[in-house]
């Protein structure tokens, strides 16, 4: 299926299902959260060997959508603990609290790793095993300096997703499951959030006429990309729909002033390269929280700040982006 599919109140439908409701809709399994009807997908058997792969998967994921610099090896633990608790330099510290937070990260998934192969050669495991305290102690050290982490675009830190591999390591992998179908529906509803706003700003624009369609089916095709994984069948045409869509959104030529100045002359204050950089920022946010599958709050409502300011000036603000605190 290539369509998002959301809930409609009609006069015959204006009750909303409970959160995690879940329903064949056109021969797929949903789950409803946020408004929307998630795509859901089998989930393997809750083993160690499962939460080792999960893990993985998430730590690699964490590390590609953080700052960069921050993929320490585990076996660095202790050389990137002394450097950053005798760190005395507030910037560098935070830097030096990742850093050690990615070597926390890689260390437990080094642990989970050897785990799995005693259990594969025999050995049972309990839950109370020495190595799975440690692990356990080491993703729940990274989650807590993931304060200091920021997402790669260096506007704001994800915590959600900074906190994903101690949630494997701790819940039965059916609540892991569960817990992203809420953060998708989470992310669904900023996408749609972002659209709305380049919709309800530059639509009063003259130079912007036209703009509404393609934002449109860039958010829709955002919204599809969040609710599919990698793995999917479907992905190859899913993701070649997010970009190409992206592409026309950031692409979009607002018409010359000289074409406005006869109907429209006080709205020849606005710049249309600040229109045009604010634009291609919601595509790159929509990107990043569609890759994530995480919202973004801070960023989204700044972004949705922004374009009502351009309207209401026609230039974009200047805002530095600060640091965690």
Not at 24 to 48: F, H, N
Not at 109 to 135: H, P, W, Y
Not at 217 to 232: C, N, P, Y
């Amino acid at each position: 299926m290539n369509t998002v599919i959301r809930l409609e109140p009609t006069p015959d439908n204006d009750a909303t299902p409970p959160e995690g409701t879940r329903r064949i809709i056109e021969q797929q399994e949903r789950v409803y959260y946020d408004g929307y009807w998630v795509k859901t997908y089998p989930v393997p058997a809750d083993s160690l060997l499962a939460k080792k792969q999960l893990i993985e998967a998430l730590t690699r994921r964490l590390f590609n959508h953080t700052e960069h610099g921050l993929n320490i090896p585990g076996t660095r633990l202790a050389e990137a603990r002394a450097t950053y608790e005798a760190e005395t330099d507030p910037g560098r510290r935070r830097v030096k609290g990742a850093m050690l937070a990615g070597a926390m990260f890689n260390r437990a998934t080094d642990i989970f790793r050897k785990l799995v192969d005693l259990q594969a050669d025999g050995i049972e495991i309990q839950s109370d095993n020495a190595l799975m305290r440690e692990c356990g102690q080491c993703l729940l050290d990274a989650m807590e300096l993931g304060r200091f982490v920021l997402h790669r675009s260096g506007e704001e830190g994800i915590d959600e997703l900074w906190g994903e591999p101690f949630r494997a390591f701790s819940i039965p992998v059916e609540d892991f499951y569960e817990s992203r179908y809420i953060k998708i529906g989470q992310s669904m509803r900023d996408i749609d959030r972002i659209a709305g706003a380049m919709c309800a700003n530059f639509t009063q624009i003259p130079m912007f006429e036209g703009i509404e369609a393609p934002i449109a089916d860039f958010a829709a095709a955002a919204k599809l990309k969040t609710e599919t994984l990698r793995t999917d069948p479907s992905i190859f045409d899913v993701w070649s729909q997010l970009v190409t869509a992206g592409e026309r959104l950031a692409n979009f030529t607002p018409k010359a002033p000289l074409d406005l100045a006869k109907t429209s002359p006080e709205r020849i204050s606005h710049r249309a390269s600040d229109g045009l950089l604010l634009l291609r920022s919601g595509r790159d946010l929509v990107f990043y929280i569609t890759r994530a599958r995480t919202p973004m709050p801070k960023s989204t409502r700044e972004y949705i700040e922004r374009c009502e300011a351009y309207l209401a000036t026609g230039k974009v603000p200047f805002t530095p982006a600060p640091l965690p605190a």
